[in-house]
């Protein structure tokens, strides 16, 4: 994953916390080989909301240079356009600093 990806879910970090819906999400991010099932039991067999989020953001920052466009794409399949677009836009905010 690109670093101004990295700094776009850090940046709407608490948004995707209490925003993310995770089960259709998760599908989808299977579905399209940026989890794999073993990835998606961790996240599933977390407790809470907060958890399951906090699992699926760390492992989405570590799959590789797809995976944030595929998440972005899944984002819109499963309804959740409204989170989509404002990762958009926070790319697209300002030049990210190195």
Not at 2 to 7: A, L, M, P, V, Y
Not at 19 to 27: G, P, Q, T, V
Request: overall charge negative.
């Amino acid at each position: 994953m690109e670093k101004r990806h990295q700094e776009s879910l850090r940046k709407n970090w608490v948004f995707l916390m209490d925003s993310l819906i995770l089960e259709d999400l998760l599908d989808l991010m299977i579905e399209k080989e940026i989890f794999t099932p073993n990835m998606g039991e961790e996240v599933s067999v977390k407790h809470t909301k907060k958890d399951k989020a906090t699992q699926f953001l760390f492992t989405l920052i570590r799959r590789g240079p797809k995976a944030f466009d595929t998440f972005v794409e899944c984002l819109n399949e499963s309804s959740q356009d409204f989170i989509a677009d404002k990762l958009i836009s926070t790319l697209n905010e300002e030049p990210m600093q190195q």
